[in-house]
Structures are given as structure tokens and as C-alpha cells.
């Protein structure tokens, strides 16, 4: 699942090589997938996008937000999207392809589940649109409105304080685009268990904590994301998580406690018995 830094990175690259090409054809639902989700009927897609241009393309939380004339399109975490210039040999399944004028193309797949939503620009209705809203409508964690005070907001309010830090930070989408993927390494860096409360976190760990989130996400982005996330070229991101399957059963390069792992709040948690301790 792609979160906030990949979300970023797949931007950049989307304004680099498709901003300003014009769409000439579109294939929606070409290989069936029953966890794809669609903005009402995908055979209206073409209907839709056909002869509209990249206009511009930003991350929204860990999805990615295409602009093309009076439509968007959403592609959400669990999107696999890929570049073919032209020439270049398509994949024979996908459940988005998006090709232009000059024949290269966008090809997207879907993983498990994920949204592909185009719809007019001036909003759409839907139960998933809250989902799209709160990612656009909230400071994007990477960015420099996601600061010092905005972070203090959040976790010094009064509902924060009983969640534990799994739960506040990355679950509700409190911070859109911050997810159990990037969490792991986020608390190892701050040294918080994924249980520990909020109200036992004193002022200085709050504090610490909103540096960490920022420069493990920065660290994440320069290296093109993780390594377990492809970016538009279908090349894997350059980030080693410190936290992660791979290094479960391992020493702690900071303590030398072994790293573990539990099932936690619909997913897994990893962290050092040693350094991260459950306050
Ligand atoms: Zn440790």
C-alpha cells in the first residue's frame, strides 16, 4: 500500500512524463476485479476522459489526485500505476489504461482493493467521498501547513488521550497518507511503543514525535519511497524500513533487544522490546 511519501514521489513523476499529454483512449474494467471500485459506470470512463489533457497531479493523504480538464481522477493506496512509453509492451491485465496521443500510456491495477474514481470537478456523491475530502481537505502530513502547532492540536485533544499511539496516529485518518506501512519505523525513530497511551506521553515525546513523523516521511520520499512499493516505472523505492517482516527475530541496531512483531488494530505492529518500551 502506498502511503504519503509514495504518494509524493508518484506525483512528481506523473507531472514529469504525462502533465499536458491528451488522452485518446481509455479502458476501464478491462480485466474484471471485483475489489476495484469505480465512480459510477466504468464504461462511461472514456465518455469522461476522452480528449481531456493532464492538467496537474498532487497527492492527497497516500493518494494520488489526477486533474484533467473539468474531471478528476483518484487513484487510491492499493493502486498499482505505471508508465509505458511508447512502444513499450502493455500488460495484458489491468482495470484502468489511460493512453495518449503520442501512445504512451497509464496502466493501472488494482492489488487487493483500491478506488479508481473519475468524476466531475466540482465534487461527487458517494459514500467513499468523505474518504477523498478528508485527505484533501487536511494539512498533507509532508507539507509545511502539517506543523509544529496543527501536530499539537491533534494529539493534545481530549480524544486523542486515550488512544494508544497505533491508534491515534495512523488509524481514522487522523493524518491522511500515515499509515501502518510508514508507522512502524516512525515509532521506532521516536522511540514509542505502538501501545503506549497519549496520555502518558509527556510534553517533550510529543514533541519529539512530530519531528520524527517529518523526518523519517522526508527520508522515506528522498529515497524514492520503500523498497516494498514500485514507483511509475515500476522500480522499487530505495528505502530499507528499520521495522519490518525481514527484520523480525533480529537485534535492535540501536540496543541490541530483539525486534518483534504482534497482530494490533487490524494489522501488524513491530517493535523493539528493548528501546521502544510500553510506558
Ligand atoms: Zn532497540
Redesign the pocket.
Known amino acids: 500500500m502506498i502511503e504519503a511519501p509514495e504518494a509524493c514521489c508518484l506525483s512528481e513523476q506523473l507531472n514529469r512524463t504525462v502533465k499536458g499529454k491528451k488522452i485518446t483512449d481509455v479502458f476501464a474494467q478491462y480485466t474484471p476485479h471485483k475489489f476495484a471500485w469505480f465512480y459510477g459506470n466504468p464504461e462511461e470512463y472514456p465518455e469522461r476522459l476522452a480528449g481531456k489533457t493532464i492538467d496537474e497531479v498532487n497527492p492527497r493523504g497516500g493518494m494520488v489526485e489526477i486533474k484533467a480538464g473539468e474531471m478528476m481522477l483518484i487513484l487510491t493506496d492499493g493502486v498499482n500505476l505505471r508508465y509505458f512509453a511508447p512502444g513499450e509492451k502493455l500488460p495484458t491485465k489491468h482495470q484502468l489504461l489511460i493512453g495518449f496521443e503520442d501512445e504512451s500510456c497509464l496502466v493501472a491495477s488494482v492489488r487487493m482493493y483500491g478506488g479508481l474514481w473519475c468524476f466531475p470537478n466540482e465534487g461527487f456523491n458517494a459514500p467513499i467521498s468523505a474518504y477523498y475530502e478528508a485527505a484533501k481537505n487536511k494539512p498533507q502530513v509532508m507539507s509545511d501547513e502539517f506543523d509544529k502547532e496543527y501536530f499539537g492540536k491533534l494529539i493534545d485533544a481530549d480524544e486523542a488521550q486515550k488512544k494508544t499511539a497505533k491508534a491515534f496516529l495512523a488509524t481514522e485518518q487522523t493524518i491522511p497518507g500515515l499509515g501502518n506501512g510508514v508507522l512502524q519505523d516512525i515509532l521506532?525513530n521516536a522511540?514509542i511503543h505502538p501501545r503506549t497511551r497519549i496520555n502518558a506521553l509527556s510534553a517533550e515525546q510529543r514533541e519529539n514525535l512530530f519531528y520524527q513523523i517529518k523526518s523519517t516521511l522526508r527520508e522515506i520520499y528522498l529515497q524514492g519511497g520503500r523498497n516494498t512499493e514500485t514507483d511509475l516505472f515500476g522500480r522499487n523505492g530505495g528505502y530499507v524500513s528499520h521495522l519490518s517482516k525481514k527484520t523480525v527475530g533480529t537485534?535492535?541496531?540501536?540496543?541490541?533487544?530483539t525486534?518483534k512483531k504482534e497482530n494490533y488494530l487490524g494489522g501488524s505492529i513491530y517493535y523493539?522490546?528493548?528501546?521502544?518500551a510500553n510506558q
Do not use: L, W
Open positions: 521506532y522511540r537485534a535492535c541496531p540501536r540496543c541490541g533487544e525486534i523493539c522490546s528493548g528501546c521502544q
